[in-house]
């Protein structure tokens, strides 16, 4: 994720909305409650309730709460640059992604140089390890253009 893009005014509420969430995350941990704060963590960016997660997948994501969370931490703070990427680009999120996965997507899409977006519909945004299938017909389109361009 390029949160760093996130950086100006305009997009301070989706970088806030992000930030909320991991401070609650985090507080909850704090606290001793690491199960709801890895639960207010997965819903957030998963989209599924957590007691509708099987319950062995549970128990490993409490496990590694903390690791899940300081590396969402960092992910969110990074503010490494990139050389600009001139290739093509196709960029694939869900219609119902929380807004700054959907705000970052947008940005990505003004800086590349050469992009096209395709948005899911009734897709989250962990949905492509979920409901792979939803994804498929939108890969194989590119793979058929770009073997056709050659």
Not at 107 to 125: N, W, Y
Request: a positive charge.
């Amino acid at each position: 994720m390029a949160f760093r893009l996130l950086a100006g005014q305009r997009d301070h509420a989706v970088r806030q909305e992000d930030r909320d969430v991991q401070a609650r995350v985090k507080a909850l941990m704090k606290s001793g409650q690491v199960e709801s704060g890895i639960a207010v963590f997965i819903e957030y960016w998963n989209q599924t309730p957590w007691l509708k997660i099987p319950h062995a997948v549970r128990e490993q994501l409490i496990t590694r709460a903390s690791q899940i969370s300081a590396e969402a931490a960092a992910v969110s703070m990074d503010t490494t640059t990139s050389d600009p990427i001139s290739a093509p680009v196709h960029l694939i999120y869900g219609e119902t992604s929380p807004s700054p996965a959907q705000r970052i997507v947008a940005r990505l899409a003004e800086t590349l140089v050469s992009a096209s977006i395709e948005k899911i519909p009734d897709a989250g945004h962990m949905s492509l390890l979920r409901n792979p299938e939803k994804y498929i017909s939108g890969i194989l389109r590119l793979v058929r253009q770009s073997s056709q361009s050659k």
